[in-house]
C-alpha cells in the first residue's frame, strides 16, 4: 500500500484543486436555492465570495495558485505542523500577506 508523505500532498505542482467542488460541497444549499427575490442572502453572498477569490490568480500571470487555494494551503500547513494561533499569525504578517 503506498501512502503519501504530507510534503508530497502540498508540494506536487501538477495537482489540481478541485476548489469548486470544495464549494459546492461545502454551500449546496445555496447553489441549488429555488429563486430568491430579495437577493442574495448572507449565505449566498458568502458563497459568491468565495467563487470570486476562487477565480482570482494569487499575483498576475500565476496559474498554479487562486487566491482561494493559496489560503487554503496556508490553512493546512497550520494543521499539518501543529501552529498555533498566534505563530500562525505571526507568519502571515511578517511576509506582507494580510
Request: proline share 1%.
Amino acid at each position: 500500500m503506498t501512502t503519501k508523505s504530507d510534503d508530497d500532498m502540498i508540494d506536487n505542482e501538477d495537482s489540481q484543486d478541485d476548489i469548486y467542488g470544495l464549494l459546492y460541497y461545502t454551500h449546496r444549499n445555496v447553489a441549488e436555492g429555488k429563486g430568491c427575490k430579495e437577493g442574495p442572502n448572507d449565505e449566498a453572498r458568502k458563497f459568491y465570495n468565495l467563487i470570486n477569490d476562487a477565480n482570482q490568480e494569487l499575483y498576475h500571470g500565476c496559474k498554479n495558485f487562486s487566491t482561494l487555494s493559496f489560503i487554503i494551503r496556508l490553512y493546512l500547513l497550520k494543521f499539518l505542523h501543529g501552529w498555533s494561533n498566534s505563530s500562525f499569525t505571526d507568519t502571515i504578517t511578517k511576509r506582507g500577506y494580510s
